[in-house]
């Protein structure tokens, strides 16, 4: 009431029954001190799970995530359960993904969980002169950044296994090829000129978005000679594209009567044909 409206000015008691019933939470804007201006100074990190175990990702059915919050640049981790080491690793692989685009981590922000505010990564934080902030429990909000990427990208997911006819155990795989592939290189609103979170990182570039293909259409993967049972036997087999791979350079592609992943670099695409749809 009008009092509460002077006593800001005036300095006038605080009422303890008005404290008691109309207190609300506070803004997290408000509780910024620190003003962000480099890539690296601030990383949120939060995981995202359990869930169905994913396919490729062998007995994967969590994922971490890690955001930079001045650029945006994130990227994701997928892991097999909610433990200090896996956590280790994961901001390892995140850590070598950010020298790739020139800078270094030197700030960790995450929430209270166990795996986050273990020994074993106040230790590795500790060794590489990374500073922690944990967030206060039941306060998600103080690492929205990251808490964006879950909402923006399982709905995305969804979308994608309804409209392929997939199974949702292929979850993992295209929540990386969105956030690790996609996501980085697509304008943000938060930038001027159309700037992608991958432009704003000191590595710079134009996004290079020509090696993506559409998730789940029919491809044709040459057969190497080698392995060809004889001279007459089919040059190609058809599968379907599960994406980029993070590790060889080349395409995913997996052959559903085999049920086996292959990753190769010699492949012919129909990306106007999901594989499921016939």
Same mark, same amino acid.
């Given at each position: 009431?009008?009092?509460?409206?002077?006593?800001?000015?005036?300095?006038?008691?605080?009422?303890?029954?008005?404290?008691?019933?109309? *207190? @609300?939470?506070? *803004?997290? @804007?408000?509780?910024?001190?620190?003003?962000? =201006?480099?890539?690296?100074?601030? %990383?949120?990190?939060?995981?995202?799970?359990?869930?169905?175990?994913?396919?490729?990702?062998?007995?994967?059915?969590?994922? !971490?995530?890690?955001?930079?919050?001045?650029?945006?640049?994130?990227?994701?981790?997928?892991?097999?359960?909610? %433990?200090?080491?896996?956590?280790?690793?994961?901001?390892? !692989?995140?850590?070598?993904?950010?020298?790739?685009?020139?800078?270094?981590?030197?700030?960790?922000? *995450?929430?209270?969980?166990?795996?986050?505010?273990?020994?074993?990564?106040?230790?590795?934080?500790?060794?590489?002169?990374?500073?922690?902030?944990?967030?206060?429990?039941? =306060?998600?909000?103080?690492?929205?950044?990251?808490?964006?990427? #879950?909402?923006?990208?399982?709905?995305?997911?969804?979308?994608?296994?309804?409209?392929?006819?997939?199974?949702?155990?292929?979850?993992?795989? +295209?929540?990386?090829?969105?956030?690790?592939?996609?996501?980085?290189?697509?304008?943000?609103?938060?930038?001027?000129?159309?700037?992608?979170?991958?432009?704003?990182?000191?590595?710079?570039?134009?996004?290079?978005?020509?090696?993506?293909?559409?998730?789940?259409?029919?491809?044709?993967?040459?057969?190497?000679?080698?392995?060809?049972?004889? @001279?007459?036997?089919?040059?190609? %087999?058809?599968?379907?594209?599960?994406?980029? *791979?993070?590790?060889?350079?080349? #395409?995913? +592609?997996?052959?559903?009567?085999?049920?086996?992943?292959?990753? =190769?670099?010699?492949?012919?695409?129909?990306?106007?044909?999901?594989?499921?749809?016939?």
């Amino acid at each position: 009431g009008l009092a509460g409206k002077l006593s800001r000015p005036v300095g006038l008691p605080k009422c303890d029954p008005c404290m008691c019933g109309k *207190s @609300k939470l506070r *803004s997290i @804007k408000e509780q910024q001190d620190i003003e962000v =201006t480099f890539c690296g100074q601030v %990383t949120q990190t939060d995981h995202w799970g359990p869930a169905v175990e994913c396919l490729y990702y062998t007995g994967c059915r969590y994922a !971490i995530g890690f955001r930079d919050a001045f650029s945006r640049f994130s990227w994701v981790v997928l892991v097999k359960n909610r %433990t200090a080491p896996e956590v280790i690793n994961a901001f390892k !692989i995140y850590c070598a993904v950010c020298r790739k685009r020139g800078f270094d981590v030197v700030g960790l922000d *995450s929430d209270g969980i166990s795996e986050f505010v273990s020994e074993e990564l106040y230790d590795f934080c500790d060794d590489w002169a990374i500073e922690r902030h944990v967030s206060c429990r039941y =306060t998600s909000q103080q690492a929205g950044l990251i808490e964006r990427v #879950w909402g923006v990208s399982f709905p995305k997911i969804r979308a994608v296994c309804h409209e392929a006819k997939v199974s949702l155990r292929n979850w993992g795989l +295209v929540l990386v090829q969105w956030v690790n592939f996609v996501m980085n290189w697509l304008p943000h609103s938060a930038f001027d000129m159309l700037k992608s979170p991958a432009m704003m990182t000191p590595a710079g570039g134009k996004g290079n978005v020509r090696n993506l293909r559409r998730l789940f259409s029919v491809c044709w993967p040459v057969t190497p000679k080698e392995v060809r049972e004889n @001279k007459i036997s089919p040059t190609a %087999t058809r599968c379907y594209v599960c994406g980029l *791979s993070d590790v060889y350079k080349g #395409w995913i +592609v997996c052959n559903p009567v085999t049920q086996t992943y292959e990753h =190769t670099y010699n492949v012919r695409f129909d990306e106007y044909t999901l594989y499921f749809h016939d």
